[in-house]
């Protein structure tokens, strides 16, 4: 079993930074490739950035590719979501979820899911 606790959401003006973190309790996070998703009110959960269990391999979103980083530190069981350059449009719930097996950007493909963060990006 993976638990995942997301944090660092909040309010932030357009052009702004934030850095989400995922604190995760558990067996073998370091095996666990680890992603962030986000859900706007009345859409359905979409694909943000994932990371391969080592961080050698990284895939995004075309939406926010060259704004979002995603890291990881194994040794601290946390992964990181930094997020530079907002806009109103990137404003939903953030999720942070991990599996077994590499990246993936499908969230079927992840079997356990933090409770998720609001980031709030006003214009």
């Known amino acids: 079993q993976v638990q995942l606790v997301e944090s660092g959401g909040g309010l932030v003006q357009a052009g702004g930074s934030l850095r989400l973190s995922c604190a995760a309790s558990?067996?073998?996070?370091?095996?666990?490739?680890m992603g962030w998703f986000r859900q706007a009110p009345g859409k359905e959960r979409e694909f943000t950035a994932t990371?391969?269990?080592?961080?050698?391999?990284?895939a995004y979103a075309d939406s926010v590719k060259g704004r979002f980083t995603i890291s990881r530190d194994n040794a601290k069981n946390t992964v990181y979501l930094q997020m530079n350059s907002l806009k109103p449009e990137d404003t939903a719930v953030y999720y942070c979820?991990?599996?077994?097996?590499?990246?993936?950007?499908?969230?079927?493909?992840?079997?356990?899911w933090g409770q998720g963060t609001q980031v709030t990006v006003s214009s």
């Open positions: 979820a991990a599996r077994w097996g590499g990246v993936t950007t499908t969230p079927q493909g992840y079997g356990y």
């Open positions: 558990g067996r073998t996070f370091s095996s666990s490739a």
């Open positions: 990371i391969s269990w080592s961080g050698g391999s990284t």
